[in-house]
């Protein structure tokens, strides 16, 4: 009885009350974007809005059950959580219902599951628990190698459901590493590898050959010339010679011309007004109609004409865009931050790795969604089909960001029970 | 508690997601506050987008003659809350209907939606649209949104050309490009072409005022999206040999296939009965699709591609090519036959006993083909069926039998070649022989072919050994991809092989005993194999497959009269025809033509 009443004094109201702030507010632009006169009735399960309601309702059922669970349960069973989740992928590249030509749907009676979302908490799951692991080092290869398997796994059979969108979140990781203490050359080599990779599709790549040339024999220059560094030199170019060419390859000849469009929409160089800019245009129209103050809720004319594209799923903050205004932007960016902040605080505090790391994983896998989501809305990222946490229809990615989160919470209320 | 020596990251991390909404607050400052474009004033009020169809994309036969083209026609929308009243029967006399058929469909606008809009009246067409437009001010709430109705200079190749229809729900679900109420390509070159021809949507953004009257383009149009009209296709298709093809099978039941050898392209696709693709378009096209459905000649499946028979004796020469090839036959070999004494398979034919390979061919002998399938069931291990089973089977298979070619051609059939295992579960293991299965030797029992397969391996025969799955496209856009896309095949058996039976089809069409001697051409040299095909059902199938000229054949095809008796009666003359008006032109045998053009198997069946 003690216990369980410290659990909930323990509680951080404070993330609670922001979580239930932008649910709120997220539920508010689900029913805007989806509003008709014809159904008013914000219990209307016909509509996308009453549905998200019965969600949320849901969504409160499952924070307290978290909350009852032990907090050292989801330490002991990571592994386990994981390997279920994997099954769950590979069941569904099997088994799963095709929707928009990705394979990512469990279809049970008229509800849809995305196995995709729930894969994020539970390689997060594992991920600490194999960091935390005692004496671990990313300075060892062997741990290094092993940390990106756990990634790339999921990631790697959510993109064979040709999710890519899905796939790519679990680059946010990278920061969890980055924090446990991944290397900063690593990064940086990272950094170059993708820079290389979008060089090699903008320009011809024997200009991009000449270039690295050209850097080489400027290094060259400056640093000693022993044996040793000239052979890492050429050795470096090398490599970066041939990733280039078999991106070059490999993008002419593997990918199919759709896909390839995709690409060179993503990174700007072709205008595809009709295809994967078509959104982003009508997107950027709403928001930027919206002005100074905003057309007022449930005003929006962009909005109502069904004219944004998966307006309350990935394009939601459209909506807040056009209807609230740059202050109701301003102020949902803010909260986002803010909530962001309170969960690096939350994570640092705590006295065992495995609450601090998953805390990490928390705050980049949010942080992730944020960036890429409202960055697509305004025209600054690639259009990559993933929802804004808390905010996006739906109940896969509610439920999933819900868990994912609450299992930090719980953690973070049992802080002073690990002496 | 141990301190953590990578502590110090937190800020740098805290400091990348300030950068991220301090850039993202920038972006929307400068987005909605600094830059005009996007705004507009809240006077303004209604924005109407409306849908810029494309034209889609016309399709031409080989020699650039047009057959399928656009005819615009105009749906009527309805949106019940923005109706006003007006003169109700002025509209009625307008769309031409009565007033209580308006009443019925304006509930039932009503019913779907006061707010969206519904179509009221579909269809109409251009002349009747012509005084509609200039007087449709006067109603309130209604527009017309322009459509695409497509039309067949030719009345011919239904099948292949297909349809198109509006979108079902799952259409839409699959691809979100289409919306509810747009049009896309059901079956046949409409359906696979579908993305090429369609082009991509267009949108204007247009100002209304309250009434809905326009007030004229928003922001002078630069948000307007103009549409992209659909690519045209040249698809192989020779108009005149397709129609005269038709022609040909009129009141039969059957199919055609035409092949170009060369090229794998498909020349003609005949099935008949077959209908005028005109019939079902616009609004007489439900009446006429029911009709259609319910004929129970089945004039709506394409037999070329979904008909599935036992190819008879057109199929003994799969079974020489195989013997030849492993070496257990040789045109030298002798057999005897006992004429309709023969055991296990009477042969139907009286002929000299014993006869080589190249006899036998020239007159279809049963007992002859037993014998040489035997020798490949048995040749590998006499005891173990199984194993020459297979080595048959690995050779039907590359032959082009028994899967789809998976080309342009939509719902074409596997047909069935089927795997030792079958016989297995028949006649459970090790309990069956040659003997057992002795009906595949003569082209009966469990294997089924497609029309486009038998026409396909007429091809590989022309070519001695090597096809290019047969397919329809032929845009000069893609030409230069055609056989990148459908790479040459190169069959499993030697090319001094199919010289052997080059000649001895040969011989079937000019041998003094040849089942097909009748129909010899005198301008040009051509190979071909009769087939009359047992059918449980009925009366049997004439069957005869062909290519021509013997040297650098320029066309190979199939021809399946359903129910109508000797391959050299029906199948053989009609092929005959076909070659003398794709080679020469024109058809000089009129006789012959009359027969084949007057004769109703149909009804005398
Ligand atoms: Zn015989």
Known sequence: ?419 | MITHPYTNRKFIIFFIIILVGIVFIFRLFYLQVLYNKYKFSAENNVIRYITQYPSRGLIYDHNGELLVYNEAAYDLLVVPHQVHAFDTNDLCNLLNISTDEFCNRYEKAKKYSMYKPSVFLKQISREDYAFLGEKLYKFPGFYVQARTLRKYPFPIAAHLLGYIGEVTMDEIEYDSYYKSRDYIGKSGIEKFFEKTLRGEKGIKVKVVDVFNREMGNFHDGDYDISAIAGSNITISLDVQLQAYGEQLMKNKKGSIVAIEPASGEILSLITSPSYDPNILVGRIRSHNYNLLLNDSLKPLMNRAIMGTYSPGSTFKIVNVLIGLQENILSPQTLYSCDGPESRPIKCTHYHVTPLDLKEAIQQSCNSYLWKVFRSIITHPDPNDPVMGYNVWYNHVLNLGFGKKFNTDIPFELNGNIPESRLYDSIYRKNHWTALTIRSLAIGQGEILVTPLQLANFAAIIANRGYYYPPHFLKSTKYKSNTLLYYPRQVTSIEPKHYEFIVDAMLEVVEGEHGTARWYKLDSVHFCGKTGTVENPHGKDHSMFIAFAPKDNPTIALSVIVENAGYGATWAAPIASLLIEKYLKGKVKRHWLEDRMLNSDLISSN
């Open chain 1, 1 to 419: 009885m003690r216990e369980s009443k410290s659990i909930f004094l323990n509680i951080d109201w404070i993330a609670i009350l922001l979580f239930f702030m932008l649910i709120l507010m997220g539920w508010l632009n689900i029913y805007a974007a989806v509003f008709n006169e014809e159904h008013r009735s914000i219990f209307d399960i016909t509509q996308r809005y009453g549905k998200q309601l019965i969600w949320i309702a849901a969504t409160v059922i499952l924070i307290l059950v978290i909350l009852i669970i032990d907090p050292k349960f989801f330490s002991t069973f990571a592994y386990g959580i994981y390997a279920l989740s994997l099954l769950f992928l590979i069941g569904v590249l099997l088994f799963g219902k095709e929707v928009s030509g990705s394979r990512s749907w469990f279809q049970i009676g008229s509800l849809g599951i995305q196995p995709s979302e729930f894969a994020k908490f539970a390689t997060a799951l594992a991920l600490s628990k194999y960091l935390s692991t005692f004496n671990f080092s990313l300075q060892k290869v062997k741990s290094l190698i092993i940390s990106l398997a756990i990634i790339l796994t999921p990631a790697i059979l959510i993109f064979l459901q040709n999710d890519t969108g899905s796939a790519i979140i679990f680059i946010a990781f990278i920061l969890v590493l980055y924090r446990e203490g991944l290397s900063g050359s690593i990064m940086i080599t990272g950094i170059a590898i993708i820079v290389l990779f979008l060089l090699t599709l903008l320009i011809h790549e024997l200009y991009i050959i000449g270039g690295l040339l050209l850097l080489s024999l400027v290094l060259l220059f400056f640093i000693k010339r022993t044996t040793g560094n000239i052979l890492k030199l050429s050795l470096i170019f090398l490599i970066s010679a041939l990733f280039v060419f078999s991106v070059n390859f490999a993008f002419d000849n593997l990918l199919s011309e759709h896909q390839q469009t995709r690409i060179r929409v993503l990174i700007g160089i072709e205008k595809d007004i009709h295809g994967a800019g078509y959104n982003v245009h009508q997107s950027k129209i709403a928001i930027g109609s919206g002005g100074f103050a905003g057309k007022g809720y449930l005003k929006g004319t962009q909005t109502k004409y069904n004219f944004v594209p998966e307006q309350d799923t990935d394009f939601i903050f459209c909506t807040v865009g056009e209807e609230w205004g740059f202050l109701g932007s301003f102020i949902v960016i803010s909260l986002f931050i803010l909530f962001l902040f309170k969960l690096i605080r939350m994570a640092e505090r705590q006295k065992s790795n495995f609450s601090r790391i998953y805390g990490y994983c928390v705050i980049s896998i949010i942080f992730f969604h944020f960036l890429i989501n409202i960055g697509m809305t305004i025209g600054l990222m690639p259009v990559i089909g993933i929802p804004l946490p808390f905010f996006s229809y739906g109940g896969s990615s509610l439920w999933a960001f819900t868990i994912l989160l609450f299992i930090f919470i719980r953690q973070d209320a049992y802080r002073f029970q690990i002496l």
